[in-house]
């Protein structure tokens, strides 16, 4: 059973420094209050910020970002990073998609401020061929039959508002040392967002989409 913590009242959202401690604090927390999870979510309100620009400053520091945006009903999210991943093959490719989630979300441990907001906690992103071996054209070389990635950073832009997510998945706590990663792990990924969100702030100094275009493929019409 996943257990979900709900805020009565979402902390505003302050500084991104602010932001991403709040958010790793909460994760330490997790870690503590719940050994035996493999999977903890962390979602807290955050600042509005430029989608390509944070997908810009991802992909200079060569952490493979993916960025989403549907303009028309004002929601974005740009996920970071790779706590977890899975990449069936096969006419089962889905089930075993499913299944592999369930294993992993089964008992997981989230504290969500979000609420209903879409987009935002454990969210995976990626997708699958149509062919259960992928595809064969040159068109989808790099792609296999199906890949799905929970970031270990995810940030959402919706009408309620805009959130960050930290995800860290580990194995059960019962190993020595495993806690201590995870905490790690934590204040590592507020770090590490503390320094990705200032460059994509309106006046940050970090690669903006104009100076680190990212490769776009458009397939079919």
Same mark, same amino acid.
């Given at each position: 059973?996943?257990?979900?913590?709900?805020?009565?009242?979402?902390?505003?959202?302050?500084?991104?420094?602010?932001?991403?401690?709040?958010?790793?604090?909460?994760?330490?927390?997790?870690?503590?209050?719940?050994?035996?999870?493999?999977?903890?979510? *962390?979602?807290? #309100?955050? +600042? /509005?910020?430029? $989608?390509?620009?944070?997908? @810009?400053? =991802?992909?200079? %520091? !060569?952490? &493979?970002?993916?960025?989403?945006?549907?303009?028309?009903?004002?929601?974005?999210?740009?996920?970071?990073?790779?706590?977890?991943? *899975?990449?069936? #093959?096969? +006419? /089962?490719?889905? $089930?075993?998609?499913?299944? @592999?989630? =369930?294993?992993? %979300? !089964?008992? &997981?441990?989230?504290?969500?401020?979000?609420?209903?907001?879409?987009?935002?906690?454990?969210?995976?992103?990626?997708?699958?061929?149509?062919?259960? #071996?992928?595809?064969?054209?040159?068109?989808?070389?790099?792609?296999?039959?199906?890949?799905?990635?929970?970031?270990?950073?995810?940030?959402?832009?919706?009408?309620?508002?805009?959130?960050?997510?930290?995800?860290?998945?580990?194995?059960?706590?019962?190993?020595?040392?495993?806690?201590?990663?995870?905490?790690?792990?934590?204040?590592?990924?507020?770090?590490?967002?503390?320094?990705?969100?200032?460059?994509?702030?309106?006046?940050?100094?970090?690669?903006?989409?104009?100076?680190?275009?990212?490769?776009?493929?458009?397939?079919?019409?």
């Amino acid at each position: 059973m996943t257990v979900v913590e709900r805020s009565a009242r979402p902390r505003a959202a302050t500084g991104t420094a602010d932001v991403g401690e709040l958010a790793a604090t909460r994760l330490r927390g997790l870690v503590a209050d719940g050994p035996g999870a493999r999977l903890r979510s *962390v979602t807290v #309100a955050a +600042a /509005d910020l430029d $989608a390509p620009r944070l997908f @810009a400053a =991802a992909r200079a %520091a !060569g952490l &493979a970002p993916t960025l989403w945006a549907q303009p028309l009903e004002g929601t974005a999210f740009v996920g970071i990073g790779e706590a977890w991943a *899975v990449e069936p #093959a096969g +006419a /089962d490719r889905f $089930a075993r998609a499913a299944a @592999a989630w =369930a294993d992993l %979300a !089964g008992g &997981a441990r989230v504290s969500d401020d979000a609420g209903t907001a879409r987009g935002t906690g454990p969210l995976l992103v990626g997708g699958f061929a149509f062919d259960p #071996a992928g595809g064969t054209d040159a068109t989808w070389a790099g792609f296999g039959p199906g890949r799905l990635v929970l970031p270990r950073i995810l940030w959402t832009r919706t009408r309620e508002g805009s959130w960050l997510t930290l995800n860290v998945v580990g194995t059960d706590d019962a190993p020595t040392g495993s806690g201590g990663r995870r905490r790690a792990d934590a204040t590592e990924l507020s770090t590490l967002w503390s320094r990705l969100a200032a460059a994509a702030t309106p006046d940050g100094d970090g690669p903006g989409p104009a100076t680190q275009p990212a490769t776009l493929r458009v397939v079919g019409g």
